[in-house]
Nanobody, 115 residues
């Protein structure tokens, strides 16, 4: 069993910052790509950012480039999402994932950006 636990969501004003964390635990014999999706009400889940195990290759959704930074600490089985200059359109539930033979998901953390 693999468990992912997110933290760091909350309510901020436009232009604010938040840092999401996600810790993986359980039967993890090797790490792989980790990342974050988000889902806003009435919208499909979208990939926000991902990072490969070595931290070299990253992906960002166009709308968050230059504002969000993904990073990871493999010694802690943790992936982070630093979110700066937040906008109301960033409001969503953010889910972290770990891609092993299957994709494992966290329970989600709410991010709300007020205008």
């Amino acid at each position: 069993q693999v468990q992912l636990a997110e933290s760091g969501g909350g309510l901020v004003q436009t232009g604010g910052t938040l840092r999401l964390s996600c810790v993986a635990s359980g039967s993890i014999f090797r790490l792989n790509t980790m990342g974050w999706y988000r889902q806003a009400p009435g919208k499909q889940r979208e990939l926000v950012a991902s990072v490969t195990v070595g931290g070299v290759n990253t992906y960002y959704l166009d709308s968050v480039k230059g504002r969000f930074t993904i990073s990871r600490d493999n010694a802690k089985n943790t992936v982070y999402l630093q979110m700066n200059d937040l906008k109301p359109e960033d409001t969503a539930v953010y889910y972290c994932y770990l891609a092993l033979s299957s994709k494992y998901w966290g329970q989600g953390t709410q991010v709300t950006v007020s205008s």
